[in-house]
C-alpha cells in the first residue's frame, strides 16, 4: 500500500493536531527476540504519554498501580499512555488515534517477528505522523545461527536492512566472546549502524529516546543516571548555518552517536529542526506548534565503561 493509500484513511480534509508530526519508532526482530519484553520495561520507565502498538495487548504486562483501564483490545495507563492492538488493520488503528484530540508524545510500533520493516515504513509518514527511526533487535543466543540457516537468512537481512539502531537482547546469556562474534556478524550485515548491547535488559527502552518526561522542548533529554551508558554531549551550531555545513557536522558526529538533535537557524532565518537516529537523518521545517529559538546540538554518544577492578592488598604497614 503506498503512502497515497494510507493518507486516504484520514478524510476529514486537514491535519489533524494542528500540523504536529508524531513521532513515531518501529521496533523490529525476529520471533522471540525480546521486542515485548523492552515494551513492557520502556512502559515501567516512562511518565510521558506514548503510545504503543502491538498485535496482541495481552502480552503485554501492566502493573495495577498503573493500570486506569482495559478493555480487549485497548490498554489505558494513568501517565496517559495507550496500548491497543492492531486489531483490523495499522491503518484503522493510526485513523482511530487521529481523532484523538490530544496527541501522544511518541508512538511506537511493535512490528510481528516475521514483518519487513520496509513494508510498514509508508505508515509513518501518513498524515500526523513522521518515523522517527527504525530499531532492531537481534537475539544474541540464537542470532548466528538464525543468520546461517537458509530458511531465516533472508527475513533477517530484510530486517536489518532498513535498521538505524540494532540492539543485541540477551546478552547477558551469552559469553563475553559470543557477544562480540554476534556484534561482529551483525556489522558484516549492517555496516554503518550502532549496534548496543543490552546487558542489564534496560538499555532498550532508553535508547528509544523516551525513558522520561520532557517539557515542550525538541532537544530535550532523558537526565543521567550513575550506571547509565549514554553520554550526552552539546555540540555548538552556527548561526545561522547553511545546509552544507549543517550536513557536514552531522557527518562528521563519532560513529557511536545514536542520537542528535537540535535547532538551527536557516540562512533566511527559518527555523530547521534537526532529528537524527542512528544513520537515518530529517532536517526539515519547525513545525508551528513546536515553535521555539535555535538551540545547540545534543548528541548521545553509547558506550559501555569498562568495570573499576580494585586492587587488593595488605592492609598493614
Not at 508530526?21 to 515485548?36: A, C, D
Not at 508524545?105 to 509518514?125: C, F, K, N, R, Y
Not at 535498521?163 to 537482547?169: C, G, K, M, P, T
Not at 521545517?285 to 592488598?313: F, K
Amino acid at each position: 500500500m503506498s503512502a497515497d493509500d494510507i493518507d486516504e484513511l484520514f478524510d476529514e480534509g486537514v491535519a489533524p493536531w494542528d500540523g504536529r508530526r508524531v513521532p513515531m519508532t518501529l521496533l523490529g526482530g525476529y520471533l522471540g527476540s525480546g521486542k515485548t519484553t523492552l515494551l513492557n520495561d520502556l512502559l515501567r520507565r516512562t511518565d510521558r504519554p506514548i503510545a504503543v502498538l502491538v498485535n496482541d495487548v495481552g502480552e503485554i504486562n501492566i502493573d495495577a498501580a498503573l493500570l486506569q483501564r482495559r478493555s480487549a483490545d485497548t490498554i489505558e495507563l494513568t501517565d496517559g499512555c495507550v496500548c491497543c492492538s492492531i486489531s483490523e488493520s495499522l491503518g484503522t488503528t493510526l485513523a482511530d488515534m487521529r481523532r484523538r484530540p490530544t496527541p501522544p508524545d511518541h508512538v511506537v510500533i511493535e512490528l510481528s517477528g516475521v514483518a519487513d520493516p520496509t513494508q510498514v515504513m509508508p505508515w509513518a509518514e501518513s498524515d500526523g505522523f513522521r518515523l522517527d527511526g527504525v530499531v532492531v533487535l537481534v537475539d544474541a543466543t540464537n542470532f548466528r545461527e538464525r543468520l546461517a540457516d537458509e530458511r531465516t537468512r533472508p527475513l533477517l537481512l530484510r530486517q536489518l536492512e532498513p535498521a538505524d539502531l540494532v540492539i543485541i537482547s540477551k546478552s547477558e546469556l551469552v559469553t563475553a566472546d559470543e557477544r562480540d562474534a554476534v556484534r561482529a556478524a551483525v556489522a558484516d550485515q549492517a555496516p554503518d549502524v550502532p549496534v548496543v548491547d543490552d546487558l542489564d535488559g534496560s538499555l532498550g527502552s532508553t535508547l528509544l529516546d523516551l525513558g522520561t518526561r520532557r517539557e515542550r522542548d525538541a532537544t530535550a533529554t532523558p537526565p543521567p543516571s550513575l550506571l547509565d551508558p549514554h553520554r550526552t554531549e552539546i555540540v555548538p551550531l552556527p548561526r545561522p548555518v547553511t545546509s552544507t555545513a549543517l550536513h557536514a557536522l552531522l557527518d562528521g558526529l563519532p560513529d557511536d552517536t545514536v542520537r542528535a538533535k537540535g535547532i538551527a537557524e536557516g540562512p533566511d532565518g527559518s527555523r530547521l529542526l534537526i532529528q537524527q537516529v542512528g544513520r537515518r537523518r530529517r532536517i526539515g521545517p519547525l513545525p508551528q506548534a513546536e515553535n521555539q529559538e535555535p538551540t545547540d546540538l545534543v548528541v548521545i554518544r553509547v558506550s559501555r565503561p569498562e568495570p573499576v577492578r580494585l586492587r587488593l592488598g595488605s592492609t598493614s604497614p
